[in-house]
């Protein structure tokens, strides 16, 4: 799984610098007397519809949260919802095929991007789109179009897993890797000059570690940890569900800040090795129940109203029905804007982490399905 002598050459090529909370673990605890309500908000679609099918997997926010975007594949729609208003404003048509078709098979990228524009992104090709349904950008990479130093042959066919760019569309940044080996290395491209390099995440490494496949004469499947690739305000943030560590670095640089914590409440990451292949269902479902037993964390969340960072963690409990519902015991950690942890509690009151959250306001929002009509559970959190 891991390659050392890579490794060893890419770390003396990059620097890589670690940030030590540890100064802060005697600081007050602000999430200690943690509160909250909340509110259910629906989204009044007029005399259209909301396809809700997949979720709100595709859904984005431009840059003030004003508007939430969710393409809808069905109908190569993007909705452009106001949440001020809670009403569907207007569905933008795109094409599926053709030159400024977006994909008319599974789109696993459709996300917002300042000046609404739109990065559509498929198994066959990815490009950004301007409102009127205009590919302004091609960025179908192929392996021999590109020169990136270290990129591994797996990695050379999944450029674009959670794609993100640079303010000026210079550069692209990915987490190229496979199911099985996971992703061990961020890929910062230059799009001018069609070159670039990898810089390794060996901090990260241990998402990789609790992939599991399924193969038999019968079936295959596969699970796996996320790992998260995100741009947050100026700056760009890698985490993954296994560990609570997290690197930081900002467009241009080849060095990533490090940041490790000492948590009180759960293990800093999960503990307990899963076997990676089995062959059957019953020893599938079991490394599964052993992996999404121990400790998890979710994307980073920031809220612009304090200025704080946070995350959520989950131990899912066993469950004696299969059929039944996965519940969870969840956890909160606060962080300030130079990711110091300042805060940690367990929140009793929930059984699941709140779905696509996000702050808005001050208030932490989270996707909700009313009646198969869209609607956002908002939390007003009291400290």
Known sequence: MKNLPLVALL???????????????????????????????????GEEIINLSQGVRSGSLDESK??????????GQMNKINLDKLILEEQIPFEKEGPNGVGANYISTSRYLP????LFSNFQSTGIFNKNGKKVLDLTL??????????????QYNLTNQIQFSPDKRWMYSLPGDFMEGTNQLAKIDLESKSGNVIPIPALEKVGEYSILL?????????????FLQQIGDSYFLS???????????????????????FSIVPNEKEIPVNNKVSSQDQFQAEMEK??????????LFDEATKRFYRFGRIYKPREDKEAPLKARVFLFAFDENLNLIGETEIPELD?????????????????????????AVFTIDF
């Open 240 to 262: 993954g569900g296994t560990v609570n560590s997290i690197y930081r670095f900002e467009a241009g640089q080849d060095s990533l800040e490090l940041f490790k914590f000492d």
């Open 215 to 227: 193969q038999s004469d019968e079936m295959m499947s596969i699970y796996v940890e996320e790992l």
């Open 291 to 300: 992996a999404r037993g121990q400790i998890g964390f979710e994307k980073l």
């Open 66 to 75: 004003t508007y939430f975007y969710l393409f809808d594949e069905v109908t």
């Open 352 to 376: 699941k982490v709140p779905s696509n959250a996000f702050f808005k306001d001050g208030k932490l929002w989270s996707y909700v399905n009313v009646e198969d009509e869209l609607g956002f």
């Open 11 to 45: 770390l003396a090529l990059f620097s890589c610098g670690e940030s030590d909370t540890a100064e802060n673990s005697g600081s007050k605890n602000i999430l200690e007397n943690f509160s909250f309500t909340t509110d259910t908000l629906v989204v009044n679609p």
């Open 115 to 118: 000046g609404e524009e739109f």
């Open 142 to 155: 192929k392996p021999g179009d590109l020169q990136v130093e270290g990129l591994s042959e797996n990695a």
